[in-house]
């Protein structure tokens, strides 16, 4: 029985350093969108029109905005213009979305570790019955 609830423990400590790593990917990724949400704010602000503009891995060109409007990919591959507080909107509901998603792998790594604190339990009362019939 010993080997039965160690290969449950086991299974559920495999589950619950899984969903750590998903919940860290949830937190990166949220807080990315945060500072996203902020960088929108500066640039709405922003009098200067000359800027660096990334190109990808680590590449930026020297821009000049020529206008507050966004170019925002919606899926698919399509793009549309939206202003800077639209913008704002979208990136305010993937944050709540991704918060919910983050709640629900919290609550589920909270119910893997009561699972595996009560496997834990039975195995140190099965233990301790074990130790007793022995002496």
Known sequence: MDAELIYKAQTIQKEIEEMQTHAQLIDRELSELQQFKKDLVVLEKREEKGMLSSLGKG?????????????????????????SAQTQEVIEQQ???????????????????????????????????HGKKEA
């Open 59 to 83: 590449v930026f060109l020297k821009t000049e905005a020529v206008s507050k409007e966004l170019f925002v990919e919606v899926g698919a591959g399509i793009v549309v213009k939206k202003t």
């Open 95 to 129: 944050i709540k979305k991704i918060s919910e998603a983050r709640l629900h792998t919290i609550s589920k790594l909270e119910l893997y570790h009561q699972a595996l604190r009560q496997i834990i339990q039975t195995i140190q009362q099965e233990q301790q019955a």
